[in-house]
């Protein structure tokens, strides 16, 4: 049964291979591959030798979609990419867009977009010390972390209008203007999280058993993770301080006080603490990005990109025209070609755009992160025990929308 | 622009070992403009490996990301196709673009997946996408389509919709006739 789905290559393999070893197939339909991922293990007794990742199962032609669709069409599809943190899908298309536009964004849309990114990676490394605790046995965190996650969800569907894909950030700014009862939600919010995230903290961090699963596991020194082109959380755990935040600043990322944390072992337990610490200089720059946030327009103000408010497309003939030009033909974008880099919740999340002066995009090739994390796992599991194979997919935190597109 | 140091270090790259690959690929390699941040070459499909292999010497430790990009029918010759390579350098913090035009019957280029582990799945990804080949890959097969798809997607001749018709008059029986098993 085994045989029947395997490549020709590894047909030959399996053909080939010592008797004492055994091939293994595990998923695509299996809960702790997060998603679709399917791995074939070469198994010594119980140690992997060898293993292979195949994916695609969620391949959905993103990529070729957003050719069909006008610049800010295009914005809905690339949220379905990777669908724990939309927002930076968002945020690396839009400035991408915006510096072959050559436009500014105003200040209000500048901060709000951090406030919201960073909201969004704690939300995304919420989901991962939930879903990353039941891989290890944990019920309990999954309950906390979801609790948590609530509130910054509540927070999306005020501001946004939508939980999990909320387009919001579009080129040349927002979408729509913060809501009336921002600050108050944002108050609340700061007032409680502290708390709650301490409480799973101590659950997942300090617990004897979680960290006897994740030390020492699925190792990888900061040459390997470097050749491997891992970015994000991963890398650092390694002990390579390299953040696109930090390194190439973009949204007036360096007016904002944080630090970068950095793991020493490369293993599990250190993926897991340096993205703890990261929701909590999240949650810092939130606090700053809260606190500073400028009035102001909150999309520019050149009515060939953005859309004019509706009161003065009642009263104004031109504003009714860049009204109807914008929605059925949308703008054209001067030719070339940028690589605009974000930091997303799982790493150098990246927009190679190529426009040849249309109005839709020739080209959008995203660099993810993920794809790059899961074909460093066969690095990462080799000489693992199959039991520990769950925790170290769990820790690489892979999303399949990304890897597949 | 905000203050980082990888703007910097863009611009050292830029005046310092930029004029380095020039000088040691004095045929093959040409400067491109840079009209946002980071520096690109153009690079002959025979001169990429010696070039990478230069690169990776030089400090280049990350191949950051690996695509490439279809011009039909703006071109048709044998530039129609471009592979773009992005390379980083930790911690000088470089980051360099560099364009490959291929085309013809065969579009082919060197591999680089025996320099970059990372190489060999993103190579596998464009020979999906785009049908364009890579010399000395030990395993190019698809890798986001299933292995009996035809044609290459990001493809500009190919239709949005794939070639196959989703509704036809075949009907189901004919569709998917019993197959003997086969071990």
């Known amino acids: 049964m085994i045989r029947m789905g395997l490549k020709d290559e590894l047909q030959q393999e399996v053909a080939g291979q010592a008797q004492d070893r055994m091939t293994l197939s595990v998923g695509p339909h299996h809960p702790a591959t997060h998603g679709v991922l399917r791995l074939v293990l ?30 800010q069409q295009a914005i809905t599809v690339l949220d379905r990419m990777d669908y724990l943190s939309p927002l930076s899908n968002n945020l690396g298309y839009s400035l991408a867009v915006e510096k072959l536009l050559g436009i500014e964004v105003p200040p209000k849309a500048v901060w709000t977009r951090v406030l919201l990114a960073e909201l969004q990676r704690i939300s995304s490394h919420l989901v991962y010390f939930g879903t990353g605790g039941v891989d290890v046995g944990a019920m309990t965190p999954i309950f906390l972390a979801f609790d948590i996650r609530e509130m910054i969800l509540d927070i999306f569907e005020e501001v946004a209008g939508s939980r999990l894909h909320q387009s919001y950030f579009r080129i040349g700014g927002l979408q729509q203007d913060l809501p009336a009862n921002f600050n108050e939600i944002m108050r609340n919010f700061i007032k409680k999280f502290p708390e709650r995230l301490e409480e799973l903290k101590s659950l997942i961090l300090e617990n004897p058993i979680f960290i006897d699963r994740t030390k020492g596991i699925g190792k990888l020194s900061p040459e390997e993770a470097i050749a491997h082109g891992l970015t994000g959380p991963n890398l650092r755990a390694s002990g390579v301080p390299y953040d696109v935040r930090k390194a190439f600043p973009y949204c007036d990322y360096d007016k904002f006080d944080f630090e970068v944390p950095v793991g020493q072992n490369g293993d599990c337990y250190d993926r897991m603490v340096v993205r703890m610490r990261e929701i909590e200089e999240s949650f810092k720059i939130v606090q700053q990005a809260f606190e500073g946030m400028p009035e102001g327009p909150f999309r520019c103000e050149d009515r060939k990109i953005s859309l004019p408010p509706k009161a003065e497309v009642k009263q104004s003939m031109e504003a009714l025209i860049h009204h109807f030009k914008l929605v059925s033909y949308g703008f054209d974008v001067p030719p070339g070609e940028v690589y605009q880099a974000v930091e997303s919740a799982r790493g150098e999340f990246a927009v190679y755009v190529v426009s040849m002066g249309t109005n839709k995009p020739w080209r959008v090739r995203v660099r993810p992160p993920s794809f790059y994390a899961v074909h460093a796992l066969p690095a990462m599991l080799k000489n693992c025990q199959i039991a520990d194979m769950v925790v170290v997919i769990a820790a690489a935190d892979p999303v399949f929308g990304e890897v597949d597109r | 622009m905000s203050k980082g140091p990888g703007w910097a270090a863009l611009e050292e790259l830029r005046r310092e070992v930029i004029p380095e690959i020039l000088k040691a690929f ?62 980083f350098a930790w911690p000088q913090l470089w980051k360099l673009r560099v364009r490959v035009p291929v085309g013809g019957e065969r579009p082919e280029v060197d591999s680089l997946s025996d320099l970059w582990p990372n190489a060999n799945p993103a190579e596998r990804e464009v020979w999906d996408q785009f049908g364009i080949r890579f010399r000395g890959h030990p395993n190019l097969t698809r890798i986001l389509n299933p292995d009996d798809f035809e044609g290459h997607p990001l493809r500009k001749d190919f239709p949005l919709r794939g070639h196959r018709d989703l509704i036809t008059d075949i009907p189901l029986a004919e569709r998917n006739p019993y197959q003997p098993i086969k071990e």
């Not at chain 2, 030089?58 to 592979?83: C, I, K, T």
């Open chain 1, 42 to 71: 070469e198994l010594e007794g119980e140690t992997i030798v060898k293993a292979t990742p195949e994916h695609g199962f969620l391949h959905t032609g993103i990529e070729k979609t957003a050719e069909h669709l006008t610049w």
């Open chain 2, 26 to 87: 004095p045929e093959g390699v040409r400067e491109l403009p840079t009209p946002f941040e980071i520096p690109q070459l153009q690079a002959e499909p025979g001169q990429i490996r010696p070039l990478a292999q230069w690169l990776k010497a030089r400090g280049f430790n990350m191949l950051l990301d690996l695509s490439a990009v279809d011009y039909y029918p703006h071109r048709q010759g044998s530039d129609r196709f471009e592979v773009v390579y992005h390379f």
